[in-house]
């Protein structure tokens, strides 16, 4: 029997950005602790587990942009500014090249000078992951599109903040915009909508030791390889309840919304053993004399 208590949460919301649904709300509840362990996958294949004491920051955005619709026949017309131009029409699939490249350029900066020593190089991003693009009312493509919208994930180096990075993003794709002339009069509108900071244990945590001495034992002596998360957990928001943590699970963080996704039985036997080691560590034993 442990001296302390060991509280197993499973919880919603967190991949779909929810955490006051679920984390938030269960801590709120008054069901915390001291430490945690997230159970996400962070092993790599023919590996075991690896201790994850950070995570990036998480950042979802789109951009809007405004053209002006024509006929199709008149796009010869439109885009070569010896002829009509943007007087006659605007294409927004056009436009949104300039609002690509310029966060294109930040991403490979990011990749050159932003780096982090448990992360691989270039892993912070911005994903164009969705784009709609048509004229007003209609899906045909026999208009020019005067509609665009684009959204956007992004993670970013655990050092900095939102704020900071969101700030960045705007002003870079601003600049850009105003190399352009329709673009400058007509600029490209923002909305953030998931600001989830990225989070960081501290070196000297005692539960960083409890947890490696506890891998190292199930693992016969070879202790886990610590790295940077591949995503964002609900980590962030146990911090802003006072309770620091690590991810250490089974699973190939690799397959994740991916197909064929899968489990190695290896992982989750050390898992298991880790975490039974860490509880004992950690809590104590009861007394049972």
């Not at 994850?52 to 979802?60: F, K, M, S, Y």
């Not at 991403?107 to 020593?117: G, I, L, M």
């Not at 599109?145 to 903040?161: F, Q, T």
């Amino acid at each position: 029997r442990l001296a302390g208590d060991l509280v197993l949460q499973g919880v919603v919301g967190e991949e779909v950005g929810d955490h006051e649904a679920g984390t938030t709300a269960v801590l709120e509840a008054g069901f915390g602790a001291d430490a945690a362990i997230v159970c996400e996958p962070s092993g790599q294949a023919g590996t075991l587990p690896a201790s994850v004491p950070v995570t990036p920051g998480l950042l979802w955005f789109s951009v809007s942009l405004e053209g002006k619709t024509a006929h199709s026949g008149l796009r010869g017309m439109t885009v070569h500014p010896t002829l009509e131009g943007d007087a006659l029409g605007v294409n927004t699939v056009d436009k949104f090249w300039v609002v690509y490249q310029a966060l294109r350029a930040l991403e490979d900066d990011w990749a050159r000078h932003n780096r982090h020593p448990l992360f691989p190089p270039g892993y912070f991003n911005l994903l164009p992951g969705v784009l709609r693009a048509n004229p007003s009312g209609i899906l045909v493509p026999f208009f020019l599109a005067d509609e665009l919208v684009v959204e956007y994930c992004v993670y970013h180096h655990p050092d900095r903040s939102n704020e900071e990075v969101m700030a960045e993003i705007e002003s870079r794709v601003m600049d850009a915009c105003r190399t352009d002339p329709w673009l400058r009069e007509h600029p490209p509108v923002f909305e953030w909508k998931l600001l989830w900071p990225p989070y960081s244990l501290p070196d000297d945590a005692p539960l960083s030791a409890t947890l490696v001495g506890a891998h190292t034992t199930a693992a016969g002596g070879q202790p886990p390889l610590t790295t940077g998360f591949m995503g964002v957990c609900d980590l962030t928001w146990m911090d802003r309840k006072g309770i620091g943590g690590l991810v250490y699970g089974p699973g190939v963080g690799y397959t994740a919304h991916a197909e064929n996704e899968y489990v190695e039985i290896a992982q989750l036997v050390q898992s298991a053993k880790t975490y039974a080691l860490t509880a004992i560590d950690w809590c104590g034993l009861a007394d049972e004399r």
